[in-house]
């Protein structure tokens, strides 16, 4: 009986043991998983902060380029010059707890293709179109896509044959308000945009009565290419009319002299689409804090020394389609 009790009580000892070794092995699975769980919503929280902080240091950047733009002592109103101190781009400059960067371009250097619907502007883009090694055809598409609604039906085909998604769909018969709504279009892609960038533009329409009208290509931020489909005899190394930065009233009298000889030299047929100022300009501005990245567009026209947001978006730092346009 006495050894049966000592393996009995032993037994028991063995049960103890054991299931105060499984408890602590449940502890020990419940504290790893706590911390797991609070360093995860801490990475969270603080990946959230973070990207809050990002988009406000991008909407700030983006609010210092537009007082660049409308200030007459950073972008004189009388010549809008390319080594203007607005087109510097601004990269990496430190700003709290991250850093911001900021890119201005003069898109009233471009082709509007918002304004196609003009027949002689619609030919120039063509022409551009053609010296750029892309199909004039795709013009086309692009003024079907923007024909106002209750116009004409197109003659080239149905409406399908104008977009680029797998179903059917109709032209949106409105313009565009980005370059990035030409991947709709059925002959346009990624590496079509890339091409097209440093020529062409969108201006986005706030009032739906426009009359789409172009507005004058500015010859100092103009491509050669542009002023050449303009119907301009220029070429790549052709010289131009110097931009005086903050010329006084004098020099301003010789610089208009010798931009009005030189478009009657070089562009005669085009002289009333030619200005040598700017009032659209597009805008990217980001912030970054830690390792989130917010990046900020912005299409804006001035007026005096106000600006005037003409189409806002903003998304992630990887170029996707917009997650917020207002």
Not at 27 to 40: F, G, N, P, Y
Not at 46 to 55: K, S
Not at 74 to 102: E, K, R, S
Request: hydrophobic residues 40%.
């Amino acid at each position: 009986m006495r050894r049966e009790r000592a393996s009995r009580v032993r037994g028991e000892r063995g049960v103890a043991l054991l299931s105060a070794l499984l408890a602590v092995a449940l502890l020990t699975v419940i504290v790893i998983e706590m911390t797991d769980a609070t360093l995860v919503h801490t990475h969270l929280t603080r990946n959230a902060g973070n990207a809050m902080a990002a988009q406000l240091l991008a909407r700030s950047a983006e609010v210092a380029a537009e007082a660049l733009l409308s200030s007459n002592d950073t972008n004189d109103p009388f010549a809008t010059c390319p080594n203007g101190l607005w087109a510097t781009p601004f990269v990496g400059i430190p700003a709290g707890q991250g850093v911001v960067a900021l890119q201005v371009s003069d898109e009233a250097g471009k082709l509007d293709l918002n304004a196609v619907g003009d027949q002689r502007y619609r030919k120039a883009v063509e022409q551009l179109f053609t010296s750029i090694e892309l199909d004039p055809e795709l013009v086309e598409r692009v003024a079907a896509w923007i024909k106002p609604a209750g116009s004409e039906p197109m003659a080239t085909g149905e409406a399908s044959d104008y977009c680029a998604l797998s179903m059917p769909c109709e032209p949106r018969q409105r313009p565009m308000s980005s370059l990035e709504e030409l991947l709709l279009i059925r002959g346009f892609d990624e590496q079509t945009l890339r091409v097209l960038r440093p020529f062409v533009t969108v201006v986005p329409r706030t009032d739906t009565k426009s009359t789409g009208r172009p507005d004058t290509i500015n010859l100092n931020t103009a491509d050669w290419r542009v002023l050449r489909a303009l119907g301009c005899e220029i070429g790549e190394s052709d010289a131009r009319p110097d931009c005086p930065s903050f010329p006084d009233e004098q020099k301003q009298g010789e610089y208009n002299t010798e931009v009005g000889a030189w478009k009657t030299a070089h562009c005669r047929d085009a002289e009333a689409l030619l200005g040598t100022t700017s009032k659209l300009y597009a805008i990217r501005a980001s912030g970054t804090v830690g390792d989130v990245t917010q990046t900020l567009r912005t299409f804006v026209r001035r007026y005096g020394e106000k600006t005037k947001r003409l189409w806002w978006q903003e998304r992630p730092v990887a170029d996707v389609l917009p997650i917020e346009v207002r």
